[in-house]
Each structure stands twice: as structure tokens, then as C-alpha cells.
């Protein structure tokens, strides 16, 4: 049987471990890779152009889900499985449409891990048994019906989004972007302005809603 070259991103090592345990007991998959942040996850797929990304949603820095949308747009080719302890119709729905071709969460049973890997890499999409359809429905009407989404806004602007909502001044997004504090006040007024809201506690809201950050992280 041919090998199913998987990446596998997630910032925590032990979790990470775990899954690369689990899938080298499963036969014909291969870990080529291993990331610990979705900047690490997208040169790493690039470089090694595995078959399969399987990413955790919620990394800093990058997170799973603008990895998956840049994997995309650089890797087309590459299968996307969003891995999560999150089950929210939000965190769902902003991974299918950034691009994720499956989406299952980290108490899953290591056969549903197996069979989600199957069926994405046959070009099915595949969601978590505990996840209703007819949920996800039932929140894309909500959405359509109130409009912005995190879609509407540029990959830099998501990006200085996710590090002012994950407590990050402008120096420091600066510094970690390798841009220019003017850059990055220009960037905040301009999803501020896109998205109508004008204070650091509503953006870190509006990102724990669209699914950039957790409560956690």
C-alpha cells in the first residue's frame, strides 16, 4: 500500500506525540513532517508537499486556520484535516471555509482519526460524529443574516487581529511581523474600521468568535 505522507501541526508537544504514535500504528501513513505553529506548519508543506496537513485550530502565532487558508492558496494539492478540542458551530464552519476538507475533535477515538484521514484523502469531506449538520446549517443562515465575518478582511489583517486579541502591543506585532510600527497602526485602524469596531475588548470578542483565537490561548 502506497504511504499517506501526513504533516502534523499542534503547539503542544505531548499532544503531538500522541497523535504521531497513533498514526504510526495505523498501516500505509507516514509522518514526514512535525510543526509546532501554522508559520512552521506552511514552509514545512511546502518544503516536504505532503498528501495530508493535519493541523490543530488553535496555535499562536499562526493558527490553524489562516495555515489552512495559506496552505491552500501555496500547496493546493494538500488535503487539510482541522483537528480540535473545539466543537462550536464558529470554530466548524471558519476551518471549512478557509479551506479544511475535514474537521474532528481531539477526543475522538484513534478508528475515527483513521477513518476521517480515509475519507479526506478520497476527497470526501469529513466532520466529527458528535458535530450536527444540521447545527452548521442553522448558524451559516445566522451568519448570512448578520453579515461580517473574518472572511472580509485581509491574511495580514487576520494575522494582527489574532496577536492584538492574544494580548500583543504594537511593538511587539511590529517585532513579530518584521514590519514597522506606522505598518501596523495603519493595518489596525483598517480592520477596525472594516469591521466596525473600535475598541481592543471587541476585537478580542469578534476573534474568540471567528474562531482566530480560544479563550485559552
Not at 499542534?10 to 509522518?31: A, K
Not at 496577536?163 to 513579530?176: D, P, Q, R, S, V
Not at 483598517?190 to 469596531?197: G, V
Amino acid at each position: 500500500m502506497i504511504d499517506i505522507r501526513v504533516l502534523l501541526a499542534d503547539d503542544h508537544v505531548l499532544v503531538r506525540s500522541g497523535i504521531h504514535s497513533l498514526l504510526r500504528s495505523m498501516t500505509g501513513i507516514q509522518v514526514v513532517a512535525e510543526a509546532a505553529d501554522g508559520e512552521e506548519a506552511l514552509r514545512l508543506a511546502e518544503t516536504h508537499q505532503p498528501d495530508l496537513a493535519i493541523l490543530d485550530i488553535a496555535m499562536k502565532g499562526m493558527n490553524g486556520v489562516e495555515a489552512v487558508r495559506r496552505i491552500k492558496v501555496k500547496c493546493p494539492n494538500i488535503k487539510l484535516l482541522m483537528l480540535s478540542m473545539y466543537s462550536s458551530e464558529e470554530y466548524v464552519m471558519q476551518a471549512l471555509n478557509a479551506g479544511a476538507h475535514g474537521y474532528l475533535l481531539k477526543d475522538s477515538a484513534a478508528y475515527e482519526l483513521e477513518r476521517a484521514i480515509r475519507q479526506v484523502m478520497q476527497g470526501i469531506r469529513y466532520l466529527d460524529s458528535f458535530l450536527s449538520p444540521d447545527a452548521l446549517d442553522l448558524y451559516m443562515r445566522r451568519v448570512a443574516e448578520k453579515g461580517a465575518s473574518a472572511e472580509v478582511l485581509t491574511p495580514r489583517q487576520r494575522q494582527i487581529l489574532q496577536l492584538i486579541a492574544e494580548g500583543h502591543n504594537t511593538k511587539e506585532i511590529a517585532y513579530h511581523l518584521n514590519l514597522s510600527g506606522k505598518t501596523v497602526e495603519t493595518h489596525r485602524a483598517q480592520l477596525m474600521e472594516r469591521l466596525d469596531i473600535h475598541d481592543v475588548p471587541g476585537l478580542v470578542l469578534y476573534a474568540v468568535r471567528s474562531g482566530l483565537i480560544t479563550i485559552e490561548k
